[in-house]
T-cell receptor
Framework: DAGVIQSPRHEVTEMGQEVTLRCKPI?????LFWYRQTMMRGLELLIY????????DSGMPEDRFSAKMPNASFSTLKIQPSEPRDSAVYFC?????????????FGEGSRLTVL | QQQVKQSPQSLIVQKGGISIINCAYE??????FPWYQQFPGKGPALLIA?????SEKKEGRFTISFNKSAKQFSLHIMDSQPGDSATYFC??????????FGQGTELSVKP
């Protein structure tokens, strides 16, 4: 299996622009997570989905952030408008609920820089 | 309630030494405690995990010690090697599958 695929790997944009991050989970996995990683705050859970349905979005920092999962093989995280404090590495991860370990498989991340 | 506190923030160990990273939690409903390892430019990857009904789990040079009454758990890396240099995250899973991570520990193993 190809693993979790994220795009773009790097994004540099200017404040006020819209940013869309994309994720393809591992085929067959029924959970999908979006995390944000910064030096100051570590790995923060933003939102997660089960069977394409958002379960908990309490970690989404503001209304400028939105996430969708239109089908089992694709999810997006959108920031509109972006701000410099949104600069971080955004990770997508997926897991299989029937797997006893509950292991999360992470993508390689999307590094976002907002100037 | 949802926090997982990890220490130290950074750790320097000589090759062959023991690396110890500690974590504490508050929510007694957590049911699974994994450790993830992250190399620069990569996503975290599962290293080892334990359930709260077990006090210790060992896989090769990596051991988790779990103290349910103290709500603490730790990762021990025996015979630390330069290749172990990475950032380590403890985590705890709540009901519904939500995984909460500690702040991370940057481990450097000197040759």
């Amino acid at each position: 299996d190809a693993g979790v695929i994220q795009s773009p790997r790097h994004e540099v944009t200017e404040m006020g622009q819209e940013v869309t991050l994309r994720c393809k989970p591992i085929s067959g996995h029924d959970y999908l997570f979006w995390y944000r990683q910064t030096m100051m705050r570590g790995l923060e859970l933003l939102i997660y989905f089960n069977n394409n349905v958002p379960i908990d979005d309490s970690g989404m920092p503001e209304d400028r952030f939105s996430a969708k999962m239109p089908n089992a093989s694709f999810s997006t995280l959108k920031i509109q408008p972006s701000e410099p404090r949104d600069s971080a590495v955004y990770f997508c991860a997926s897991s299989l609920s029937s797997q006893n370990t509950g292991e999360l498989f992470f993508g390689e991340g999307s590094r976002l820089t907002v100037l | 309630q949802q926090q997982v506190k990890q220490s130290p923030q950074s750790l320097i160990v000589q090759k062959g030494g023991i690396s110890i990273i500690n974590c504490a939690y508050e929510n007694t409903a957590f049911d699974y405690f994994p450790w993830y390892q992250q190399f620069p430019g990569k996503g975290p990857a599962l290293l080892i995990a334990i359930r709260p009904d077990v006090s210790e789990k060992k896989e090769g040079r990596f051991t988790i010690s779990f103290n349910k009454s103290a709500k603490q758990f730790s990762l021990h890396i025996m015979d630390s090697q330069p290749g172990d240099s990475a950032t380590y995250f403890c985590a705890a899973r709540s009901q519904g599958g939500k995984l909460i991570f500690g702040q991370g520990t940057e481990l450097s193993v000197k040759p």
